[in-house]
């Protein structure tokens, strides 16, 4: 990638992660980028293939940040730390933006979904160990809650992000 399509990426995923995939326009990301708004379609093509590659870089930036939690031998390890991202982000909000923008995109348009099966795995494995039952479900509202506690932190709301985790940590670990 070059390093103006970095600037690109990089001035994308502020604008998706704060405004959203609808709200966000070219324009916005361009002037972001100090730049025109056709050289985001002279790298990327259109709105859709930048928000891909978003989305693909926030996947990687969630693996980067998740996959460290997820490989303690113990269970209940592995949920404290999954959930331990969330004051990873209260202390540095800005490594998390790519994953944000991810999370952001793909809540307005399904399609941009992907489900990283190492999480899923990881986490149902630590969830069935402490013994809850249909463990792949609770590990994807593990998922989905860490991810909403994210944007609800990110958009001002930490308390209530808080309370999340707090009520996560209870329910899965007694805690």
């Not at 990687?60 to 331990?84: F, K, Q, S, V």
Request: net charge negative; glycine share 8%; aromatic share 8%.
């Amino acid at each position: 990638m070059t390093e103006k399509q970095q600037i690109l990426l990089k001035s994308a995923q502020k604008i998706f992660c704060d405004l959203g995939y609808a709200a966000a326009s070219t324009a916005k990301i361009g002037r972001l980028a100090g730049t025109s708004e056709a050289l985001i379609f002279r790298h990327f093509g259109s709105k859709k293939a930048l928000a891909s590659a978003v989305v693909k870089h926030g996947n990687t930036c969630r693996a980067g940040l998740a996959y460290a939690a997820l490989n303690d031998p113990n269970p209940e390890h592995i949920i404290r730390d999954y959930l331990g991202l969330y004051d990873q982000y209260l202390s540095d909000p800005t490594t998390f933006i790519p994953w944000l923008a991810s999370i952001r995109i793909a809540n307005e348009d399904p399609s941009f979904f992907v489900e990283d099966g190492f999480i899923v795995e990881r986490l149902s494995w630590a969830v069935g160990e402490i013994g809850h039952a249909n463990a792949g479900a609770v590990s994807r509202v593990l998922i989905s809650t860490l991810d909403r506690a994210l944007l609800l932190a990110h958009s001002g709301q930490k308390d209530q992000g808080e309370l999340l985790i707090a009520g996560l940590r209870e329910v899965l670990i007694n805690e």
